[in-house]
């Protein structure tokens, strides 16, 4: 079994997308009951103390020489966190979620213009392919005066595509997968923390609550753990257009748990995603 996880490469962000996934539809029903603060500070939170714990059993190093780096990484992994939450309450689901993204775009950007890396054309039409897909699965519209929320839903994409490149960077310096987690569950808790207590503090949640926050939690951690192993390990670029997977995980998940029904366009969308990655497996690094 560990030999098949360490051939794994770029397929850990096929199970990172399903986590993702799961993730997001607990989230989703968690969204009547409790401010997005504080889901958003659960999800880092459970997963903090699942993880420690775990580290800790391993003799696992917690120190890093590379502070700095996990600052970045941090703090641009909760600010497209909380700018999706904000698009999210503002715009319709589908305009929002298709604006973060736009990481996978971002992403490539940030090896262009920092790394001065060129893409090739397959590369380039699998992203281009990838969010086509999403847009077809759902739909995305404006309404008039929506222009504030869809540019902070566009920065939630940017700053995703920023953290990412963040973890390929802290992985390149030899970071392990669960350091570059832990650093980021850790300082994306102290920045919630504080912005639940400046919004007026926490909600009891009851029985069922609380066992969705937890879930909320924990598949956001076996999330973040395989995708940053899968940045890690695999090539960037099938990595990136392998995310996409995430909304199709997603929409499988309504129409299994919640009975939807889809639209013609969202299996072409998915069949656009599928081609997406077949093209970013040619498209070298």
Request: charged share 10%; with cysteine.
């Amino acid at each position: 079994m560990q030999q098949w996880f360490a051939r794994l490469g770029s397929g850990w962000m096929v199970i990172a997308a399903l986590c993702f996934a799961l993730m997001s539809f607990f989230a989703a029903n968690l969204g009547t009951r409790f401010d997005s603060f504080e889901v958003l500070f659960y999800r880092t939170f459970v997963g903090l103390l699942a993880l420690l714990p775990a580290m800790l059993r391993r003799h696992e190093q917690l120190l890093t020489r590379h502070v700095g780096a996990h600052v970045k990484r941090s703090l641009m992994g909760y600010l497209s966190m909380a700018m999706l939450f904000y698009a999210l309450a503002h715009l319709p689901l589908a305009t929002a979620v298709t604006l973060n993204y736009t990481s996978s775009l971002s992403f490539a950007l940030c090896f262009v213009l920092l790394r001065g890396e060129r893409l090739s054309p397959p590369v380039l039409l699998a992203l281009l392919l990838g969010f086509a897909g999403i847009s077809f699965i759902l739909r995305p519209s404006f309404d008039a005066g929506q222009w504030l929320p869809g540019l902070i839903g566009l920065g939630s994409g940017l700053c995703a595509g920023l953290a990412v490149f963040h973890v390929r960077e802290l992985g390149e310096l030899g970071e392990a997968p669960s350091v570059i987690v832990f650093w980021f569950f850790l300082l994306a808790s102290l920045f919630g923390l504080g912005m639940v207590l400046l919004r007026g503090g926490f909600s009891l949640p009851d029985l069922p609550a609380l066992l969705q926050l937890v879930a909320v939690g924990l598949f956001g951690l076996w999330g973040q753990l395989a995708m940053t192993r899968a940045y890690k390990e695999g090539r960037k670029y099938l990595v990136s257009s392998l995310s996409y997977l995430t909304v199709v995980f997603s929409a499988l998940l309504g129409v299994l748990l919640q009975g939807q029904v889809l639209a013609s366009s969202a299996l072409t969308g998915m069949l656009l995603i599928v081609a997406c990655g077949l093209l970013a497996i040619r498209g070298g690094r």
